[in-house]
Protein backbone atom coordinates (compact mmCIF):
# COMPACT_ATOMS: atom_id res chain seq x y z
CA UNK A 1 0.00 0.00 0.00
CA UNK A 2 1.59 3.30 -1.29
CA UNK A 3 1.81 5.82 1.27
CA UNK A 4 -1.01 8.51 -0.65
CA UNK A 5 -3.67 5.54 -0.56
CA UNK A 6 -3.00 5.02 3.25
CA UNK A 7 -3.09 8.32 4.28
CA UNK A 8 -6.73 8.50 2.34
CA UNK A 9 -8.18 5.12 4.19
CA UNK A 10 -6.68 6.25 7.56
CA UNK A 11 -8.00 9.70 7.77
CA UNK A 12 -5.76 12.99 7.81
CA UNK A 13 -2.68 12.99 10.06
CA UNK A 14 -1.06 16.40 11.09
CA UNK A 15 2.60 17.31 11.80
CA UNK A 16 2.94 17.42 15.68
CA UNK A 17 4.26 20.54 15.31
CA UNK A 18 0.77 22.22 14.83
CA UNK A 19 -0.33 20.49 18.07
CA UNK A 20 2.46 21.18 20.33
CA UNK A 21 2.00 24.87 19.02
CA UNK A 22 -1.70 25.10 20.28
CA UNK A 23 -0.89 23.46 23.20
CA UNK A 24 1.59 25.94 24.18
CA UNK A 25 -0.49 28.59 23.27
CA UNK A 26 -3.35 27.39 25.80
CA UNK A 27 -0.62 26.84 28.65
CA UNK A 28 0.05 30.73 27.81
CA UNK A 29 -3.58 31.85 27.68
CA UNK A 30 -4.91 30.18 30.42
CA UNK A 31 -1.77 31.33 32.63
CA UNK A 32 -2.20 35.13 31.32
CA UNK A 33 -6.28 34.82 31.97
CA UNK A 34 -5.06 33.88 35.65
CA UNK A 35 -3.03 36.82 35.80
CA UNK A 36 -5.83 38.74 34.96
CA UNK A 37 -7.32 37.62 38.75
CA UNK A 38 -3.72 38.01 40.49
CA UNK A 39 -3.38 41.71 39.45
CA UNK A 40 -6.83 42.09 40.42
CA UNK A 41 -8.27 43.75 37.65
CA UNK A 42 -11.74 45.18 37.87
CA UNK A 43 -14.12 46.48 35.22
CA UNK A 44 -14.62 46.74 32.11
CA UNK A 45 -10.46 45.99 31.53
CA UNK A 46 -11.38 42.29 33.62
CA UNK A 47 -14.33 41.66 31.53
CA UNK A 48 -12.26 42.27 28.18
CA UNK A 49 -9.75 40.45 28.96
CA UNK A 50 -11.27 37.48 30.48
CA UNK A 51 -14.07 37.19 27.45
CA UNK A 52 -10.84 37.87 25.22
CA UNK A 53 -8.79 34.75 26.53
CA UNK A 54 -11.69 32.57 26.73
CA UNK A 55 -12.45 33.36 23.32
CA UNK A 56 -9.39 32.78 22.02
CA UNK A 57 -8.93 29.25 23.73
CA UNK A 58 -12.14 27.91 22.73
CA UNK A 59 -11.55 28.75 19.35
CA UNK A 60 -8.09 27.25 19.50
CA UNK A 61 -9.54 24.10 20.80
CA UNK A 62 -12.23 23.63 18.28
CA UNK A 63 -10.39 24.47 15.16
CA UNK A 64 -7.23 22.47 15.84
CA UNK A 65 -7.93 20.27 18.81
CA UNK A 66 -11.50 19.45 17.48
CA UNK A 67 -10.39 19.20 13.42
CA UNK A 68 -12.72 21.65 12.81
CA UNK A 69 -10.35 23.62 10.70
CA UNK A 70 -9.95 20.62 8.45
CA UNK A 71 -14.11 19.95 8.35
CA UNK A 72 -16.21 20.52 5.10
CA UNK A 73 -18.38 23.93 6.17
CA UNK A 74 -21.65 21.68 5.95
CA UNK A 75 -20.54 19.83 9.47
CA UNK A 76 -19.18 23.28 10.39
CA UNK A 77 -21.78 25.60 9.79
CA UNK A 78 -24.46 23.50 11.35
CA UNK A 79 -22.35 23.45 14.92
CA UNK A 80 -21.71 27.25 14.53
CA UNK A 81 -24.78 28.74 13.80
CA UNK A 82 -27.02 27.18 16.94
CA UNK A 83 -23.87 28.77 19.15
CA UNK A 84 -24.64 31.95 17.85
CA UNK A 85 -28.00 32.01 18.84
CA UNK A 86 -26.67 31.03 22.33
CA UNK A 87 -24.48 34.44 21.80
CA UNK A 88 -27.94 36.05 21.26
CA UNK A 89 -30.03 34.73 24.68
CA UNK A 90 -26.79 35.44 26.58
CA UNK A 91 -27.40 38.68 25.15
CA UNK A 92 -31.16 38.72 25.81
CA UNK A 93 -30.65 37.63 29.85
CA UNK A 94 -28.15 39.62 30.66
CA UNK A 95 -30.56 42.76 29.32
CA UNK A 96 -33.36 40.43 31.71
CA UNK A 97 -31.11 40.26 34.57
CA UNK A 98 -30.61 43.85 35.11
CA UNK A 99 -34.60 44.52 34.74
CA UNK A 100 -34.96 41.57 37.56
CA UNK A 101 -32.01 43.42 39.59
CA UNK A 102 -33.87 47.13 39.26
CA UNK A 103 -37.66 45.77 39.56
CA UNK A 104 -36.24 44.41 43.06
CA UNK A 105 -34.42 47.45 44.23
CA UNK A 106 -37.34 49.28 43.28
CA UNK A 107 -39.79 47.60 44.86
CA UNK A 108 -37.83 46.73 47.54
CA UNK A 109 -36.83 50.29 48.68
CA UNK A 110 -39.23 52.68 46.96
CA UNK A 111 -42.64 50.28 47.08
CA UNK A 112 -45.37 49.67 44.74
CA UNK B 1 -10.88 14.24 5.23
CA UNK B 2 -10.69 18.02 4.00
CA UNK B 3 -11.57 17.43 0.77
CA UNK B 4 -12.69 13.81 -0.23
CA UNK B 5 -13.40 11.83 -3.35
CA UNK B 6 -16.90 10.19 -3.24
CA UNK B 7 -18.01 7.84 -6.17
CA UNK B 8 -15.37 10.00 -8.29
CA UNK B 9 -16.58 13.12 -8.13
CA UNK B 10 -14.50 15.87 -6.52
CA UNK B 11 -16.18 17.83 -3.56
CA UNK B 12 -15.78 21.57 -3.60
CA UNK B 13 -15.18 23.54 -0.99
CA UNK B 14 -16.52 26.78 1.19
CA UNK B 15 -19.71 27.78 1.35
CA UNK B 16 -20.82 26.76 -2.56
CA UNK B 17 -19.75 22.96 -1.33
CA UNK B 18 -21.97 23.11 1.69
CA UNK B 19 -24.94 24.14 -0.34
CA UNK B 20 -24.00 21.28 -2.81
CA UNK B 21 -23.61 19.22 0.41
CA UNK B 22 -27.02 20.00 1.88
CA UNK B 23 -29.36 20.43 -1.49
CA UNK B 24 -27.59 16.83 -2.57
CA UNK B 25 -30.74 14.49 -1.44
CA UNK B 26 -27.66 12.85 0.00
CA UNK B 27 -25.67 12.20 2.88
CA UNK B 28 -24.95 15.68 4.10
CA UNK B 29 -21.88 15.46 5.84
CA UNK B 30 -19.60 13.99 3.26
CA UNK B 31 -16.50 12.37 3.93
CA UNK B 32 -17.54 12.79 7.63
CA UNK B 33 -17.69 9.26 9.51
CA UNK B 34 -21.32 8.76 11.56
CA UNK B 35 -20.04 8.01 14.78
CA UNK B 36 -18.08 11.17 14.53
CA UNK B 37 -21.05 13.22 12.62
CA UNK B 38 -23.26 11.92 15.37
CA UNK B 39 -20.76 12.86 18.26
CA UNK B 40 -20.88 16.01 17.09
CA UNK B 41 -24.20 16.69 17.50
CA UNK B 42 -24.36 15.11 21.13
CA UNK B 43 -21.74 17.67 21.63
CA UNK B 44 -24.17 20.44 20.23
CA UNK B 45 -26.98 19.40 22.74
CA UNK B 46 -24.37 19.31 25.72
CA UNK B 47 -23.54 22.67 24.45
CA UNK B 48 -27.12 23.57 24.97
CA UNK B 49 -27.37 22.04 28.13
CA UNK B 50 -24.34 23.90 29.76
CA UNK B 51 -25.11 27.09 28.22
CA UNK B 52 -28.71 26.63 29.56
CA UNK B 53 -27.01 26.22 33.47
CA UNK B 54 -24.19 29.11 32.76
CA UNK B 55 -27.18 31.91 31.59
CA UNK B 56 -29.41 30.05 34.53
CA UNK B 57 -26.09 31.58 36.98
CA UNK B 58 -25.43 34.70 35.04
CA UNK B 59 -29.25 35.80 35.63
CA UNK B 60 -28.85 34.71 39.01
CA UNK B 61 -26.27 36.15 40.11
CA UNK B 62 -26.70 39.66 38.20
CA UNK B 63 -30.06 40.23 39.53
CA UNK B 64 -29.60 39.47 43.47
CA UNK B 65 -29.32 42.78 45.37
CA UNK B 66 -27.55 40.86 47.96
CA UNK B 67 -23.55 40.79 47.87
CA UNK B 68 -22.18 37.69 45.59
CA UNK B 69 -19.22 35.95 47.38
CA UNK B 70 -15.77 36.80 46.07
CA UNK B 71 -14.71 33.83 43.96
CA UNK B 72 -10.46 34.93 44.23
CA UNK B 73 -11.10 34.45 48.31
CA UNK B 74 -13.32 31.78 47.91
CA UNK B 75 -11.39 29.33 46.24
CA UNK B 76 -7.89 30.54 47.28
CA UNK B 77 -5.83 27.81 48.87
CA UNK B 78 -2.73 28.35 51.72
CA UNK B 79 0.34 27.09 50.29
CA UNK B 80 3.28 27.84 52.44
CA UNK B 81 1.23 29.92 54.84
CA UNK B 82 0.16 32.52 52.28
CA UNK B 83 -3.44 32.55 50.75
CA UNK B 84 -3.00 32.18 47.24
CA UNK B 85 -6.67 33.14 44.96
CA UNK B 86 -7.46 30.32 42.70
CA UNK B 87 -4.70 27.73 42.68
CA UNK B 88 -5.99 24.69 42.95
CA UNK B 89 -8.19 25.98 40.11
CA UNK B 90 -5.30 26.85 37.89
CA UNK B 91 -3.78 23.92 39.08
CA UNK B 92 -6.93 22.14 37.67
CA UNK B 93 -6.65 24.29 34.36
CA UNK B 94 -3.78 23.13 33.23
CA UNK B 95 -4.08 19.57 34.56
CA UNK B 96 -6.91 19.85 31.80
CA UNK B 97 -4.95 21.68 29.23
CA UNK B 98 -2.37 18.61 29.38
CA UNK B 99 -4.66 15.85 29.36
CA UNK B 100 -6.11 17.57 26.33
CA UNK B 101 -2.91 17.73 24.29
CA UNK B 102 -2.06 14.08 24.66
CA UNK B 103 -5.28 13.33 23.86
CA UNK B 104 -5.27 15.43 20.38
CA UNK B 105 -1.30 13.58 20.26
CA UNK B 106 -3.24 10.44 21.04
CA UNK B 107 -5.75 10.69 17.96
CA UNK B 108 -2.86 11.64 15.68
CA UNK B 109 -0.43 8.75 16.64
CA UNK B 110 -3.81 6.67 16.29
CA UNK B 111 -4.20 7.71 12.34
CA UNK B 112 -0.63 7.07 11.64
CA UNK B 113 -1.51 3.35 13.39
CA UNK B 114 1.29 3.75 16.25
CA UNK B 115 -0.46 1.80 17.98
CA UNK B 116 1.89 1.87 21.43
CA UNK B 117 2.07 5.68 21.53
CA UNK B 118 -1.66 5.93 21.43
CA UNK B 119 -2.10 3.56 23.69
CA UNK B 120 0.34 5.71 26.34
CA UNK B 121 -1.35 9.10 25.50
CA UNK B 122 -4.51 7.62 26.17
CA UNK B 123 -3.31 6.34 29.26
CA UNK B 124 -1.83 10.22 29.84
CA UNK B 125 -5.26 11.40 29.10
CA UNK B 126 -6.68 9.37 31.59
CA UNK B 127 -4.39 9.94 34.55
CA UNK B 128 -4.97 13.59 33.86
CA UNK B 129 -8.47 12.94 33.91
CA UNK B 130 -8.31 11.21 37.13
CA UNK B 131 -6.26 13.65 39.02
CA UNK B 132 -8.67 16.36 37.85
CA UNK B 133 -11.71 14.63 39.22
CA UNK B 134 -9.36 14.49 42.56
CA UNK B 135 -8.77 17.91 42.52
CA UNK B 136 -12.26 18.60 42.38
CA UNK B 137 -13.34 16.44 44.94
CA UNK B 138 -10.76 18.27 47.52
CA UNK B 139 -12.33 21.42 46.78
CA UNK B 140 -16.23 20.39 47.33
CA UNK B 141 -14.91 18.78 50.34
CA UNK B 142 -13.03 21.91 51.23
CA UNK B 143 -16.35 24.03 50.38
CA UNK B 144 -18.55 21.58 52.15
CA UNK B 145 -16.55 21.82 55.37
CA UNK B 146 -16.68 25.53 55.43
CA UNK B 147 -20.49 25.48 55.39
CA UNK B 148 -21.40 25.99 52.08
CA UNK B 149 -24.61 23.87 50.90
CA UNK B 150 -27.41 24.88 47.93
CA UNK B 151 -29.35 26.58 49.64
CA UNK B 152 -26.95 28.95 52.42
CA UNK B 153 -23.02 29.64 52.59
CA UNK B 154 -21.07 31.92 55.39
CA UNK B 155 -19.95 33.67 52.19
CA UNK B 156 -22.75 35.86 51.26
CA UNK B 157 -25.75 35.07 48.03
CA UNK B 158 -27.11 31.93 49.32
CA UNK B 159 -27.61 31.14 45.14
CA UNK B 160 -23.97 30.18 44.94
CA UNK B 161 -23.61 26.84 46.50
CA UNK B 162 -26.71 25.88 44.63
CA UNK B 163 -24.95 27.34 41.03
CA UNK B 164 -21.49 26.14 42.23
CA UNK B 165 -22.31 22.65 43.02
CA UNK B 166 -24.44 22.31 40.11
CA UNK B 167 -22.34 23.35 37.05
CA UNK B 168 -18.93 22.08 38.33
CA UNK B 169 -20.77 18.42 39.25
CA UNK B 170 -21.92 17.88 36.06
CA UNK B 171 -18.98 19.05 34.48
CA UNK B 172 -17.48 16.63 36.86
CA UNK B 173 -19.76 13.88 35.81
CA UNK B 174 -18.90 14.44 32.97
CA UNK B 175 -15.19 14.03 33.08
CA UNK B 176 -15.30 11.19 35.07
CA UNK B 177 -17.53 9.11 32.55
CA UNK B 178 -14.72 10.41 29.81
CA UNK B 179 -12.17 8.84 32.31
CA UNK B 180 -14.42 5.77 32.63
CA UNK B 181 -14.28 5.76 29.01
CA UNK B 182 -10.65 6.51 28.15
CA UNK B 183 -9.46 3.36 30.15
CA UNK B 184 -11.87 1.17 28.28
CA UNK B 185 -10.26 2.28 24.87
CA UNK B 186 -6.67 2.36 26.20
CA UNK B 187 -7.68 -1.78 26.74
CA UNK B 188 -9.08 -1.68 23.19
CA UNK B 189 -5.87 -0.07 21.73
CA UNK B 190 -3.45 -2.11 23.45
CA UNK B 191 -5.23 -4.89 22.66
CA UNK B 192 -5.04 -4.38 18.90
CA UNK B 193 -8.67 -4.12 18.26
CA UNK B 194 -8.56 -1.08 15.80
CA UNK B 195 -5.66 -2.96 14.19
CA UNK B 196 -7.46 -5.72 13.28
CA UNK B 197 -11.25 -4.26 13.24
CA UNK B 198 -12.55 -5.96 15.73
CA UNK B 199 -16.14 -5.34 16.42
CA UNK B 200 -17.16 -3.45 19.46
CA UNK B 201 -19.79 -4.49 21.96
CA UNK B 202 -23.03 -1.99 21.27
CA UNK B 203 -22.28 -2.00 17.35
CA UNK B 204 -21.56 -3.98 14.33
CA UNK B 205 -18.95 -1.13 13.62
CA UNK B 206 -15.59 -2.53 12.62
CA UNK B 207 -12.87 -1.21 14.93
CA UNK B 208 -11.22 1.62 13.20
CA UNK B 209 -8.59 4.85 14.74
CA UNK B 210 -11.61 6.98 13.95
CA UNK B 211 -13.16 5.91 17.24
CA UNK B 212 -10.39 7.45 18.80
CA UNK B 213 -10.74 10.44 17.04
CA UNK B 214 -14.45 10.21 18.41
CA UNK B 215 -13.21 9.99 22.22
CA UNK B 216 -11.17 12.82 21.84
CA UNK B 217 -13.79 15.30 20.09
CA UNK B 218 -16.04 14.20 23.54
CA UNK B 219 -12.63 14.67 26.00
CA UNK B 220 -12.03 17.93 24.23
CA UNK B 221 -15.37 19.40 25.17
CA UNK B 222 -14.92 18.91 28.26
CA UNK B 223 -12.20 21.08 28.33
CA UNK B 224 -13.44 23.42 25.98
CA UNK B 225 -16.44 23.90 28.78
CA UNK B 226 -14.19 24.07 31.53
CA UNK B 227 -12.99 26.63 29.98
CA UNK B 228 -15.99 28.81 30.13
CA UNK B 229 -16.79 27.49 33.41
CA UNK B 230 -13.29 28.74 34.70
CA UNK B 231 -13.86 32.15 32.81
CA UNK B 232 -17.26 32.76 34.36
CA UNK B 233 -17.64 30.96 37.39
CA UNK B 234 -13.92 31.41 38.87
CA UNK B 235 -12.61 34.81 37.44
CA UNK B 236 -15.77 36.83 36.93
Same mark, same amino acid.
Given at each position: ?D?????????????I??Y???WG &? =??????F??? %??????? @?MLR??L??????LK?????A?F????W???A???? &? =??P??????? %?A????? @?K????????Y????? | ?S??K??G???????????K????D?????G????K?MM???L??????????????M???????V??????????L?????????L?I????F???????????????????????C??????T??G??T??G?QA????????E?V?????P???????????????????H?????I???????????G?YD???RG?F????GD?????????Y????D?????????????
Amino acid at each position: MDETKKKEETGSTHKIGIYLWIWG &L =LFVLSFFSYL %VDWYQFQ @GMLRWSLIIFFMLLKAGLIMAFFMHLYWERYALVNV &L =LWPMTAIVCF %VALMIAE @GKYTLFSRLFYFFVGG | MSDPKIEGFELEKGFKGMAKDTGSDQTMFKGVHWGKAMMWIFLLSDTFVFSCFLISYMKGRASTPVEWPNPSEVFALEAFGVPVPLLLIALMTFVLITSSGTMALAVKYGYERNRKMCGYLILATALGGLTFVGMQAYEWTKLIHEGVRPWENPFGAAQFGSFFFMITGFHGCHVSIGVIFLFIYCYKVFAGHYDNGKRGWFTKMKGDYVEVEILGLYWHFVDLVWVFIFAFFYLW
